[in-house]
Every structure is written in C-alpha cells, then in structure tokens.
C-alpha cells in the first residue's frame, strides 16, 4: 500500500527558497514515477517535477526549470523538491504523487502535466510566497 506524507510548506519571502520533504511507504521511490504537483487557488493541478526510478531521470515544467529541483534520499524513503528564488505565483498547495507510468513522452516533450492519471497522491503541504 502506498502512502505519501508532504512536509515542509510555509510561508516565506519573495526570492527564498523551502525544501519540501515527501515522505513514502518501502520501495514506492524506487518502483515508481515519483512527482510533485501543485494547484493554486481557482487554478487546475499542473505538473512541477517528475522523477524516472530506474535512470533517476529528472523533468521540470517550464516556469520552475532552473530555480527547482527533485530528488530522493539514499535510502529512497524520502522525495524532496528544492525551491529557490521563489515568487509570488509559485504560492499554491503542493503534491507528492506516485505513478507507474507517470506523464507521457509528449507531456514531457511540452513540459506540461496535470496528473490525472496518477493513482497516489498525499494530502499535500502549503507554500505562501509574498
């Protein structure tokens, strides 16, 4: 059974970086696509990060590519996303997700996800940028 548990949202300045902690059930960062999603208020879920477990293979949409970053521990118990020079519009509810498949070559390819098909989900962690 997978289960997905975020940390690590609050509020911060414009231009500070939080690093949000995903933490998972045994094996799920090393047999999954693993991901964060966000959703702001009166906007849909986009994509933010994706990470491949066998080639460790990162993707980022585009407004975050360059200012964030996802990874998992040594032990793959945990999935971070590093954000840095954060903006105001980077405020929204964040998502760790986990999927077999995770996006399509072509949503990667676009740079835009929105994870409707991904089966696990945690309950999510708050970012504030102002």
């Known amino acids: 059974h997978v289960q997905l548990v975020e940390s690590g949202g609050e509020s911060v300045q414009t231009g500070g970086s939080l690093r949000l902690s995903c933490a998972a059930s045994?094996?799920?960062?090393?047999?999954?696509?693993m991901g964060w999603f966000r959703q702001a208020p009166g906007k849909g879920r986009e994509g933010v990060a994706a990470l491949f477990p066998f080639n460790n293979q990162t993707y980022y949409t585009d407004s975050v590519k360059g200012r964030f970053s996802i990874s998992g521990d040594s032990a793959r118990t945990t999935l971070y996303l590093q954000m840095n020079s954060l903006k105001p519009e980077d405020t929204a509810m964040y998502y760790c997700?986990?999927?077999?498949?995770?996006?399509?070559?072509?949503?990667?390819?676009?740079?835009?996800?929105?994870?409707?098909?991904?089966?696990?989900w945690g309950q999510g962690t708050q970012v504030t940028v102002s």
């Open positions: 997700a986990a999927d077999n498949e995770g996006p399509a070559p072509a949503a990667l390819v676009r740079g835009s996800w929105s994870g409707d098909t991904w089966t696990h």
């Open positions: 045994p094996n799920t960062i090393s047999n999954y696509v």
